[in-house]
Structures are given as C-alpha cells and as structure tokens.
C-alpha cells in the first residue's frame, strides 16, 4: 500500500526546510552538477499526452514508445524506496509519474538517492514511456528523470482529503459557473494577492479566471475588429488633468521639467481620432483613479471605449446587446451564467443573458417605482425642492450640496466613473436591474458630454448597462456641438 | 467661381469661425440641425470607386439605384445652377455632383451658402461617371451632419509645420491621408502579432502599470503618489519580472502588449511612453525566440506591405540613400565576438580577462574609425573585457547592421537576467536582434538559478544604455552611486528616485520557474520600420511635446 510522504517533511521547520535545499543545491554546484539546464524538450503538453493515451486499458505498458513531457510535481508519495508515485501538473492539466527503480537509468542506489531529493513543487521534465496502472490510472513510466528548477520553498499543502486521487484528470473550473473557494489549496487571501504565483500554481480555478479574463478581451478584440473598428492607443499621461471626474495620479517628466497626469479616461483623444477621419476607434487599455481601494476598485484597471461615427445610441445598445450575449454564449455554451451575488459563502444567482436586454427610461422608472411625480423642468427651484422632499421622505441620504443632478444621482463626468452614491436612480431603479438591463435617457444635468434628446426636453441621448445592480457600461449620442459643450463643461466648473 | 479652398490667414479664423457660427444659426432658424444625431450609410467612397471602376466616361446608371454616403466635404466648386464638392470618407474620396434642378426646393441655395469646406455631410444620389471620367454621386438629397467652424488649413494637402501636426493630430490627419495610414498600419501590425502568438499557443495577459518598487534599472522611473495608501508608485519600466511571475505561477506561455514609461529625454526616437511586447515561453531558450522574432516580423511586413522587401529612409543609415532592407529568413546569426573579429581583426576571446590588453587593442582599432573623444573614453572606463567587447561592437558594427541580424551571446557583465552560455564560460545566451543599425528585440535564455540572478543584480557592473525593450536590472549599489551623484551634480533632492532590488520576484524565482525563454520587442520602432516613418513621433498619435 502506499504511504504517503508527506511525513518527510512535516514538522520540519521551514527556515531549516529552505536551508537544507540551498545546501543540496550548493552541493550538485560544487560537484559540477548545473542543477537549472538550460532547456528540456517537452515534445507533448501534458494535456496532450493525456488525450493521446487516455484510451489504454488498465495494465496496459507501451514500453517501446517514448514520450517527453514537463511540468510541476503538486504531490509525491512512496510505496518503498524503489517506487514513487507523483502528479505532474502543467497547462491546467496532470498526469501520474510513476518511478520504478526497475525501468529507470539509474540502478537501486542512485534511484533511491535522487529520489529522496525530488521535492513538491519542483519543476521536472520526463522522459518515459506510457502506460495505465493496474487501478487504471494514466501514467508516465520514467527512464530518464530531470528536475529542471527547483522549489526551495514549502509549498502549501491541501488540508482537506489525502493527496489528489479523488481529482479529475482535468478539473478546470468552467466560464459561467459557480465558485468553490473550498477546494483551495491556498486559502489565505493575503497571500493569495501579494503572492499570485503561489494563487496560480496552487489554485486551479484563479488559473482559469485569468484565462477567462484573456478570452474576454479577446473576444471584444474579435468582435470590434470584424466591425472594422480600429485599435489606437492613446496617452496615458496628459498634461492637463482630464476634468473633475475623478481624483489622478500626478508625476513629473524631469528633462522637460513638466507636470504630467495619468490618464483617467482616453474620451477626448479618441474623439480627437473620431474628427481627424477614423471613423471607428476603440482603445483597450488601463485607466487610473488615485482614490480607495476596495472590493471592486484598483487603482489601475482596464477598459474599452469605442466610438462610431454617423451611429447613434439606439446603435450602441443593439451592438453592446450583440458583444456580451455573443460572448456569453461564445465562453459558456449558453446565456445564462451563475454568479455570486451575495458573496461566496452563499448560493450563487443567475442573470441571464439572452438578448435583447430590458430597456427602461430612467425618470419615468424612477417615477413609476417610487410613485413620484417630478417637475418636468429638472433645472427648476421646484424639481430641487421636490426631490429633496422626496429623499427625505424615503430616508434616502445625499450630502450636501444637495443639486438636482445629485439628488437623483451621481453626475458622469466621463464614461466609466464606476462609483456612485445610493441615490433616488439608485435606490429605485438600479435595484431592479439583476439581468442586463439598459437604464437610458438621462437627465441633461447629469450628462455633460451627451447630446440633448431629440424629442423629450432636458432629457439627453445617453444609456447606462447595469447587471447584477452594477454599472458595466456608459453610452452617449455624442455632443459634437462645440458651443453647447463649451457651455456644458463652464456650467461643470461653476 | 465659389468659394474656393482659399488660405484663411490666422487673423481671418476669428472671423470665418463668427460667420459659421451664423450659418449654425440660421440652419436651426430653418429648422435644421446643424448637429445631427446619426446617418445610415450604403456605401463607402472606396466602395463605390470599386464597384463601378468599369463605368464608362459620361455614363449614368439608373436613377432608381440610389446610394447613401457620408464624409468631410474637402474641396467645392460652384457655378450658377451646378457645383462640384469633394467628400471624404476614411476609405477614400468621391465627387458630389450638385445640380440645381436635381435638388428640392431651395436645397441647392443651401449648398451653396450653407455648407463649407470641413464641414460633414451625408448625400444620397446616383452614380455617375462625368464626361472627365470621375466618379460622382448625383446628389438627390444630402443633409448637413456637423456643421465645422474652424477652417481647415491652407491647401488641403499642406500641413507642412510639424509641430502643430503633432499637437493637432486631427487637423494633421484631415490634411494627410497617408497619417491615418499609418495609424492603420500600425492597428495591423499590433493586430497581427497578437495573431502570431495565439496560434502559437500564448496567451496574454496584463500586469501592474503602477508599481511599488521602482525595481531598479538603467531607465530612470516616473513616480506618482497614491493618496488614500500614502505611498509613493512608480510606473513600470518593464514588464518583464512580472510576466516571468506567471511562469512560476503555472502558465507556460505568456505574452503583454503594454505601455512601457522611462523617465528621460524626448527626441525623434524616445517618447517618455512607448509600447512594447514581451513574451515568455517555458521549456524553451533563446533559440526558440529567434525563431519568433523572424516569424513576428515577417508576419507583420506581409501584413502591411505585401512583401518582405522594403525601402527604409536613410536617416538609421547615416547617409542620405535610402537602404532596401531584406527580410526573407532565415536571418544571419553571429556571435558579437565574431562581428567585432570581422570588423576590426580583433579576437576578444584571446584576452582572457585581460582588460587593459583589451583596452589598448580597442583604442588602436578606433583610430582607424574615427570615433570621438568621450566615445574613447567610454572604451578607456570600461571595467572588464566584456565590457571593452560591448563598446567596441556598439560603435563600429551596430551601425553597419543594416540587414536584420541576430548578435548572439553577450557577455555576462552586461547580461544580468540571462543564464550564462552552456559551452562559453564568461558568456550569455542572449541575443539581440538589429535591423537598420537600430536594436529591434533583445532575449535570452532567462536565468532561473534564484541564487545566481541574485548576486547577478547585486554585481552587474552596467547594462547597456540602448537596450530598448528588455530594461534589465541594475545593481543596487550602481544605481544608488548614480543617484548619488546626481544629487550632488543637482543639489536637487527632488529629482533623486528610490532603487531597490524587487525581493519579491526573487522569492518567486525560489519556489522555481521553469527554463524558459523570452524576448522584448519595441513595437514603435517596428511600426516605423514598416511603414518608413523617421520618427516615434510619426507612429504614436499623440506624442508628448515641449511646452511651447
């Protein structure tokens, strides 16, 4: 039967741990031995290597073949010192190594010496020959046995179950589904950010939410791009600060002597690209708020802002229902996805994706939810007073000063703010909105940079997506009328 | 003769932008909107140029099959009851063929009064090819979509003062068509090495602008502050230690496409922003990274030129003819010894750690170059062989490197993040790559020992000071002498910068990164390779500028 080795180094100290494996590698150094080469061919993935043998019948020994592959050791254990079991991890995938001294290059002694060596975490390339075990699990059977890096540190241990016999050959956490922060090997959130690689190399999942996170800025790349949008970049740093929007990181060029911001948004230079003739621009890039950190703020993050000629907001919403219900579909088979609404320790919910999404005017909803009966004229003395009676009345708090715009929300300086006091709008309207849900014609007193409505007065052209309660994105009818932005941006200042 | 595209003179602005403002009122007054919400169009200029390039000289199709375009009227004649405008869309141009009778009402009153050069326009009509042999639409009906009111400049094709084309970009744009090009060009070529590495299995991925640590490096950093941490950040000089983070943490091929900042000088070939791609692919070495950077740039020069010949302006060269550059693979690759050899007789191998022997055998094959004073210096300073070897090499081969080269195996002394070669002691497997005499790339086998790369940061002497696109560590001590003395040069303690060695990414290199390789590459100077541009500021849209 086999024992595990865990033993081996339980209870070591991991100062002594480090030290002990600093000085075998001195040793390998002082006797000549390069303990990192400078290369392995791996001539399969491990993924590979499984859906190449996955089909042989237990017991099945394909000595003649011979295969390399590479990857990380996750466990290690023993049945006597002349045969080692391991988990070779790499690419999302893993495989069973098992070391029989019999099939090995090296005779007893040395094999049982480099094999007391090898360590968890250690990075090794084989070269062996496939094969399935009696119980039927898929092996590699190694001749030759590499340790290409190596781990000098203890690496965090699964607490919950012996080894990983229980675990798929592949558990990759799929797009669109629920979380299982208990499975995590590393649990220590602290950690788990200051020391990301560890997060990675030990927690499948957080390995595929970042390759989820490629897929989906691959996808709006794809999607944009078959529209003939095209990518530009813009500055990151600007000489003036990009309007009272948000609080920016200020720097300074020493040569030129000059004070430089970072970039809060790339709007006005992608409308600079807009006026000098291309008509389709979009930008993926970082942006940067010099403000709190929390849950869902960076200081540094990452958007797309699009923009197209001759095209106005009716357009946006039809190609922004079009990008996410498209992607959606394209990383999860379907439109519905499980997320965890209220934390991970509760069930997830569902929002659901399918198009079109739902469309609600922003005041007539707010009026409707909350019975109200707003002054049409939102600039009026009486809109203010009206409103401000109506906060009270539902015990809805905005500090002063208590303007219209801020009364029934947060105004948006530019297109993605992402911070937004709990107002009337958010109070009423935003609560609702679980599924993807256009919240559209905002007031022209919140909407400094979108065009005024052409039919319904003091309204402006201009839609915000929210899901799951959260804004996700912001669209305008463009202002292109100088003088009316002029206006605009002096009535911001005032 | 209407208005033509006459040259407002700068005091006439003022006045032309009061009249248009008029003509925005006086369209509103008609009950137009002189800022339109949106037009639906059928085609493009190009489009259209396309489908009827077999339209015979006077020939007019149908007056049923009526197209719908829109664009920047860039040019107008007027007669009496006929008037020739000139639309622009991003795709190309076409003629507006206005005549009076064609047109309701009082509409072609408001053409001729109303719309101006710069202004928008979208136009329905038919197709028509005049008796000149152009290409027009017959305008039916047309609606002004954005009123402009400043002028356009002088001759539609004569943006000549280079400083307002790049603090107008727009205006540069609108006037040069062939700006826009590039600018697509360069969106093809990100756009094709991001194809390059997804079919070769990477994926990509993006790592902090904003830093804790400056890290350390021969680039100096820019810093900011973040309030609510009430820390000081500095803006990443590289993306490399962070890539090399997610090898250790599991992923073996990775790439970023990224802003890079470095806190130093403007001139035609450094902006203080620049972009950058670096890649890392485990269980590989350098020589897997030639492979990428030939299949990189070729890809992309068949992307945008069609072909892997191309023309390049002089100005790399240091003479005034052009060079054709040859891009078909596979490219030379030589040892930097062996380049030095071949151009000055010189065996570097020969002095086995002998610098002074090594010094001397330099200046004297100088001589015969003709190099300055400080450059002589430079070879005098030198700390070691390597050192000697590197200075040689960057003043007399880098220049003549017009022909993409491969320069193989640098010495370990300017070498700091490369694992030493694994037959030439005192050697590196790195390698950067030259084109025009200009450094395009710069790789290695990365080393991954945790113990030698520390003492490698610690001890490196120097790094050279053009390496572009992998900016290597400096060692700690270096950097703060450097500081050092800038503060006493300055007695500006403003300007002094925080130089740490990045602990954290050595304590990843501990718990084990796989072998691997990995190549930088400055996607600026390949974008002004393949599209001829003397200047960075030429392929960035909008480059930082002096205050004027």
């Known amino acids: ?494 | 003769r209407g208005r033509a595209s006459a040259a407002p003179s700068t005091s006439d602005r003022e006045a032309i932008r009061a009249i248009r403002i008029k003509k925005v009122e006086e369209l509103r007054n008609k009950g137009l909107d002189p800022y339109a919400y949106k037009w639906d169009r059928t085609h493009t200029a190009n489009k259209l140029q396309e489908i009827y390039r077999h339209l015979g000289n006077g020939e007019e199709l149908d007056q049923s099959d009526c197209v719908s375009i829109s664009g920047r009227i860039v040019a107008r004649r007027a007669f009496g009851k006929l008037a020739f405008l000139t639309l622009r869309d991003e795709s190309g141009a076409i003629q507006l063929y206005c005549e009076k009778e064609r047109l309701q009402s009082d509409k072609f009153e408001q053409l001729k009064t109303l719309v101006d050069i710069g202004d928008i326009l979208g136009a329905t009509g038919t197709i028509k090819r005049t008796d000149k042999g152009e290409l027009s639409v017959c305008l039916t009906s047309f609606s002004l979509l954005t009123k402009s009111l400043l002028p356009l400049p002088e001759k539609y094709h004569g943006l000549t003062d280079v400083d307002k084309r790049y603090r107008q970009r727009y205006v540069d744009m609108i006037a040069n068509p062939d700006v826009a090009d590039i600018f697509r060009k360069r969106a093809k070529i990100i756009s094709e090495i991001r194809k390059t590495m997804e079919s070769a299995g990477f994926i990509e991925v993006e790592t902090p602008v904003l830093q804790g640590a400056a890290g350390g490096a021969e680039a100096r950093p820019f810093v900011t502050y973040h309030n609510s941490l009430g820390q000081d950040l500095y803006l990443r000089i590289a993306t490399e230690l962070h890539l090399k983070r997610m090898l250790v943490g599991g992923f073996e091929k990775v790439y970023e496409i990224g802003r890079i900042f470095r806190n130093e000088g403007i001139s035609t070939r450094h902006n203080p922003e620049f972009t950058t791609i670096e890649l890392y692919e485990a269980y590989s070495d350098y020589e897997s990274m030639m492979n990428m950077a030939e299949e990189l740039v070729t890809a992309c020069a068949l992307a945008v030129n069609g072909k892997l010949a191309l023309d390049y302006q002089a100005s790399y060269a240091s003479s005034d003819i052009g060079v054709e550059i040859c891009l078909e693979r596979p490219w030379r690759r030589e040892t930097m010894n062996n380049l030095v050899k071949e151009a000055t007789g010189i065996d570097f191998a020969n002095f086995r750690g002998d610098v002074t022997t090594a010094r001397e055998a330099a200046l004297k094959a100088l001589d015969a170059t003709g190099v300055v004073e400080s450059d002589r210096n430079s070879v005098r300073a030198s700390p070691s062989v390597g050192h000697v070897l590197n200075e040689v090499f960057e003043l007399v081969v880098e220049p003549r490197l017009l022909q993409p080269t491969f320069v193989l195996d640098y010495p370990i002394e300017i070498s700091p993040l490369a694992k030493p070669h694994r037959r030439d002691g005192g050697l590196t497997e790195r390698f950067e790559l030259f084109i025009c005499g200009r450094e395009m790339a710069n790789a290695f086998s990365e080393l991954t020992d945790p113990l030698d790369q520390a003492s490698q940061i610690k001890s490196s002497r120097k790094v050279p000071s053009e390496s572009h696109s992998k900016f290597l560590f400096l060692q700690r001590k270096r950097l703060e002498e450097q500081v050092e003395q800038h503060r006493r040069k300055d007695g500006d303690d403003d300007s002094a910068y925080e130089v740490k060695v990045d602990e954290d990414f050595l304590t990843a290199l501990e718990y084990g990164m796989p072998p691997a390789s990995g190549m930088g590459l400055g996607i600026d100077r390949l974008v002004m390779l393949l599209t001829n541009s003397a200047s960075i500021r030429d392929v960035i849209a909008f480059p930082v500028l002096k205050t004027k």
């Open chain 1, 1 to 494: 039967s086999r024992v595990a080795v865990q033993a081996e180094d339980e209870g070591i100290d991991p100062t002594q741990y480090y030290e002990n494996r600093i000085k075998s590698l001195a040793a390998q150094k002082e006797s000549g031995i390069n303990p990192y080469p400078h290369k392995f061919e791996a001539e399969l993935t491990i993924l590979e290597y499984v859906n190449k043998y996955e089909g042989l019948n237990s017991g099945d020994h394909l000595e003649d073949v011979e295969e390399k592959i590479a990857g990380r050791l996750m466990s290690k254990r023993s049945s006597s010192s002349k045969l080692f079991f391991y988990d070779l991890h790499g690419g999302g995938a893993k495989v069973q190594i098992m070391a029989d001294a019999r099939k090995s290059d090296l005779n007893e002694e040395e094999f049982t010496r480099f094999h007391s060596s090898v360590k968890r975490g250690d990075i090794v390339g084989i070269i062996g020959f496939p094969g399935k075990t009696k119980r039927g699990e898929l092996s590699i059977f190694p001749k030759t046995f590499i340790v290409l890096s190596h781990c000098l540190h203890m690496l965090p241990r699964q607490r919950t179950g012996p080894g990983s016999e229980g675990q798929k050959i592949t558990d990759a956490w799929i797009p669109g589904s629920g979380r299982n922060p208990d499975s995590y090997t590393l649990k220590d959130q602290e950690t788990r950010y200051r020391q990301r690689y560890l997060d990675l190399m030990l927690n499948s999942e957080v390995r595929e939410i970042f390759k989820t996170r490629s897929k989906i800025i691959s996808y709006i790349r794809r999607f944009l791009d078959e529209l003939d949008f095209l990518e530009v970049e813009t500055p990151m740093m600007n000489m003036i600060a990009g309007g009272a929007a948000a609080r920016p990181f200020v720097t300074h060029h020493n040569e030129l002597n000059m004070r430089l911001f970072m970039r809060i948004a790339p709007e006005l230079f992608l409308k600079q690209l807009v006026v000098g003739g291309l008509d389709r621009v979009y930008e993926i890039g970082k942006q940067f708020r010099n403000e709190g950190i929390d849950l869902t703020h960076n200081p540094e993050f990452t958007t797309c802002e699009f923009y197209m000629a001759f095209a106005d907001y009716n357009d946006l919403m039809k190609l922004t229902e079009d990008m996410l219900s498209g992607m959606v579909l394209e990383l999860t088979g379907g439109y519905k996805i499980k997320y965890h609404a209220n934390g991970l320790g509760q069930d997830p919910i569902e929002i659901d994706f399918t198009p079109p999404f739902r469309r609600v005017d922003m005041i007539e909803e707010l009026e409707k939810i909350a019975n109200l009966d707003i002054p049409k004229d939102l600039t009026s003395d009486e809109a203010n007073a009206y409103l401000v009676k109506a906060c009270a009345k539902f015990d809805v708090k905005c500090p002063p000063p208590q303007t219209t715009a801020r009364l029934l929300d947060k105004a948006s300086l530019c297109k993605l703010l992402f911070h937004r006091s709990i107002l009337l709008v958010g109070h009423f309207v935003e609560e609702i909105c679980i599924n993807p849900t256009f919240i559209i014609n905002h007031p022209e007193i919140m909407s400094p940079l979108a065009k005024w409505h052409r039919s319904k007065p003091g309204l402006t052209e201009r839609f915000e997506l929210f899901i799951n309660k959260h804004e996700l994105c912001n669209a305008y009818t463009e202002l292109n009328d100088p003088v009316v932005q002029y206006q605009r941006f002096a009535d911001q200042l005032k």
